[in-house]
């Protein structure tokens, strides 16, 4: 739930206007771009889906599991998709302001609950406008969130919970000054937004966007017959359990396909007659400019061409992208079921390719091929001469190191002997004789030491 490293791209491509009569893409165009994740087994599958010049077009890669033994995913496959929700949420902002409900200047006392004191640093109190910018001063999270399965990292936390935290909590810069990104600030304005208008969240951006625009499968909480679609994230090569949120839900909450978010990018790009344009409209105003010369609008990001509007998502099982750029009449999103940010570039790229570049596509680290047999001779606990030991598990077809007091983390075979983290930088070498059942020792190579480890029998 992050702005990555990939995602503040100048859309030079489309600034030089090339390609700008170009057709349809191949699917092996897309693929080109999109095989990286899943043979980096970042993510077993990947969903892409386009719009250029009046024409939509969907593509699915890879399978819903690792290994290969699921389906294929579709622009109807449903993915967690993390901060995009923010762009929803700051589009619920300038539907409160069009009805009457919110001010975007409005400072936080004005719709805090009674008794919540608000924060302010020299007489300046945060404003709504901030906490879509990013721009408040918040932090990223609240220090008091605490959860129970660090799988899921914002279940449990309540509205009691937040007030207790903006209650006590002060800037350390004035409000406005700085961009800092902040999932706290935009779950509190979606919090805020839902106690005003009567609702929770889930129903608010569920009858003031979702039922407006058509759009199904967007959602918090997944119906019956919908669950058959969604996809099962994925981190270091194991599924991972769906995120669960109550007073923050307005920074990540929400499920959807490539589908549905195409069709809200196309609502963006040519509102539909009716109230909602003016709050869609009045969403891409820029309130702010980054140092890199990036706007923010109501958490729409705008790209230094000023015309690209973009953001990602990122849980710890899923990721996505979305995109459009309304001058060159092209949009893009792009979801997988496996947590990273390079996906941010991927779908930069294809939205390069519709502008008639050809990209070369990310560069990930492809694990090597071991064999069941060979990960089997690595099994086992190897004990350091300073105190801790690592635990060397395995499943079919990976292997995964836990450091006394930690839990197991994937590694990646470079080769059958050395392998390396991905969450991490440290590196894994085993000493193994041709005729010894097991590996006798392995080197933890991190943080230019070394630590010798020999496995307890």
Same mark, same amino acid.
């Given at each position: ?7 503040? %791209? ?7 206007? %090339? ?29 892409? *889906? ?7 077009? $969907?593509?699915?890669?890879?399978? #819903? ?43 936080? @006392? ?5 008794? %919540? ?12 406008? &901030?906490?879509?910018?990013? $721009?408040?001063?918040?932090?990223? !999270? ?18 009691? $919970? ?44 569920? *009858?003031?966007?979702? =039922? ?47 589908? #549905? ?34 706007? %923010? ?7 230094? #061409? ?32 496996? $947590?990273?940010?390079?996906?941010? &570039? ?37 004990? @350091? ?29 470079? @080769? ?32 230019? !030491? =070394?630590?010798?480890? *020999?496995?307890?029998?």
């Amino acid at each position: 739930m992050k702005i990555g490293k990939y995602a503040c %791209v100048l859309t030079a491509a489309l600034l030089c206007g %090339v390609g700008l009569g170009m057709g349809p893409l191949t699917e092996s165009q897309v693929e080109r771009q999109v095989r990286p994740l899943i043979d980096a087994e970042i993510a077993p599958g990947v969903s892409v *889906t386009v719009y250029k010049n009046g024409g939509v077009q $969907s593509f699915g890669f890879g399978s #819903d599991t690792f290994g290969g033994e699921g389906k294929a995913p579709d622009e109807h496959t449903i993915y967690e998709v993390g901060s995009i929700t923010k762009v929803f949420t700051g589009l619920l902002l300038a539907e409160a302001v069009r009805r009457g409900e919110a001010g975007l200047d409005d400072p936080l @006392s004005e719709h805090l609950p009674e008794g %919540v004191r608000a924060p302010e640093r020299d007489g300046k109190e945060l404003t709504l406008v &901030q906490l879509a910018t990013h $721009s408040s001063s918040l932090p990223r !999270m609240p220090s008091n969130i605490a959860p129970t399965d660090p799988l899921d990292p914002f279940n449990g936390y309540t509205p009691k $919970s937040l007030w207790r935290f903006i209650g006590s909590w002060r800037p350390e810069r004035a409000p406005g000054s700085e961009y800092e990104y902040s999932n706290l600030g935009m779950g509190l304005l979606g919090q805020l937004l839902a106690d005003e208008a009567g609702m929770d969240y889930a129903t608010l951006v569920q *009858t003031r966007i979702c =039922e407006p625009l058509g759009l199904e499968d967007t959602r918090i909480e997944p119906t019956e017959a919908q669950r058959s679609r969604v996809a099962t994230g994925h981190l270091e090569g194991k599924p991972t359990p769906p995120w669960h949120f109550d007073a923050l839900a307005g920074c990540g909450a929400l499920h959807s396909t490539t589908s #549905d978010l195409m069709k809200f990018l196309r609502a963006n790009m040519d509102p539909p007659k009716g109230a909602l344009a003016e709050s869609i409209n009045a969403s891409h105003e820029p309130h702010f400019t980054m140092p890199d010369g990036q706007k %923010v609008a109501l958490a729409w990001h705008i790209a230094r #061409d000023g015309s690209t509007y973009w953001h990602n998502g990122q849980t710890y099982g899923c990721s996505g992208y979305m995109c459009y750029n309304k001058a060159f009449d092209s949009a893009v999103v792009v979801l997988a079921n496996g $947590s990273c940010e390079e996906i941010a &570039q991927v779908g930069v790229n294809i939205l390069f390719q519709l502008g008639g570049a050809d990209p070369d596509p990310i560069k990930m680290d492809v694990p090597a091929k071991v064999a069941p047999e060979q990960l089997e001779r690595l099994v086992g606990v190897y004990q @350091s001469q300073v105190g801790f030991a690592i635990t060397i598990t395995r499943d079919e077809r990976r292997l995964y190191a836990a450091v006394t007091g930690q839990g197991p983390l994937r590694v990646y075979p470079e @080769s059958p002997t050395l392998f390396k983290y991905r969450a991490v930088k440290a590196e894994l070498e085993f000493q193994l004789d041709d005729e010894a059942e097991h590996a006798k020792t392995l080197t933890l190579f991190q943080n230019g !030491m =070394e630590f010798v480890c *020999t496995r307890k029998e």
